[in-house]
Each structure stands twice: as C-alpha cells, then as structure tokens.
C-alpha cells in the first residue's frame, strides 16, 4: 500500500516487501538461488535479485564479478560464456538465468532486478530486450549507474525502470543521476531513507529502502518508504 502522496505503485509488494537476493539462508539456500527464491515466493514477498552479462550475452541471476566467494572459481562472470559458467555451482545448483528465475515466479511475485554494470553498458539493452520478451509478470530493472536507467528509458520505455542510490552519495552526485537517470522508483540505502532530500522524491515516486537486516530497522522504516527490501531478521 503507498503511503506517500504520489501514484499508485505498479510494483508494490505489499506488507512483504521485497526479499534481498530471495529468501536465502546461509549455504543451505544460497542467495540468488532459485531454492531462495521459491522460499521468497512461499512466504508471499516480492523479489529483488542481482544480474550479470556473460561474455555471450546471457543474463544470469548473480551479485559478485567473480565465481570466488559463491562457487569457488576466479572465473569472471562478463569475461566467460554462459557454457563455460554453467559448470559452476551456487549450493547444489548452476547459477540461474533470468529465464529460469521468470520460469519459476511465473508472474507470482513482483521482481526488482538489479542490473550490475561493468564495462558493458551498451549490452545491456539488447540482451534485457531478448531475455524479458516474452514475460508478463511485474519487472522493475534498477541499477546504480544512471546511464544504464536512462538508455532503458529510451530503448524499453515500457519497462518499469529505478535508480540504487547510497546514502554517502554528496547531493551534487545525487542531482545529476537523477537528471540523467529520470527514474520511475527509487532504492536507497536505509540509512538515507528519513533524511528531506528522500522524503521530498517520496512525494514524486516510490521509494525502497536496502538492506532492511533487523526488526527495528523495519520498525523505523516501515512509514519512511514505500516497501522495504530485506533479509536475515529484517524478514517480516
């Protein structure tokens, strides 16, 4: 439910919010697994996860550069193939694709896709094109570089489109990317969330807050943003 003055939010979750990299828990369900995000789905919570660019154009469903910290491998992710990624593995499973993740939501759950630019900016629009065809569900893509928001804007104007903001960023820095970006949504680091310059984008657009990790910080928040996106004890 928007709590704020602005429209109604086509991506609200509702009191579930969104579950960070799905609901995951430690090596059992690993983060931006398709096990955390059945779990996610279970629970009746939205959806927020990480993507990367192969070398070849696929979209996987994954946080870091590398394999190192999750699989175990140096292989980075935008310098390998999809082939030569598929032979690692996140807990028991291959590292998803974003095909396979809109396979399991099947329009259940609204999803926040975080798109990880790294030096290959302009892929990025023809392999979102090709890999979100064909979905019908609720799909925001957000990302910390206002370039990548802006080129959606004029590429798939269709697409529901939002700007990862930090709470350190100096408001020159602010400004400018949300010049550039022209953002339909906003996700802002929790401990931005109360202060006037996000209160005032609350009036104009929804507003997310990351990384909710405790049950008094979605007690503080809960009437700050419009859905909060969390993990570990932040879950509702």
Known sequence: MRLSPSATDPLDPGPKGFAHRGLHSGTAIPENSLLAFAAALELGAG????LRLTADGRVLVFHDSTGRRLC???LRISGSTHAE???????EHSIPTLESLFQLVGGRAPLLLE???ERD???WVPALRAALADYEGRVGVMSFDPRLVRLLATNLPHLRRGLV???RWP???RGAA?????????AVETLAAPKPWVQRQRRRQPVYSWTVRTAADRKTLADQVDALIWEDDGRP
């Open 47 to 50: 959806i927020e996860c990480d």
């Open 72 to 74: 175990g491998s140096p």
């Open 85 to 91: 990624l598929s032979r690692l593995r996140v807990g």
């Open 115 to 117: 798109v990880k630019v």
């Open 121 to 123: 900016l302009w892929r």
């Open 165 to 167: 903001m930090r709470d």
């Open 171 to 173: 408001a020159w820095k």
């Open 178 to 186: 949300l010049w550039l970006a022209k953002p339909d949504f906003l």
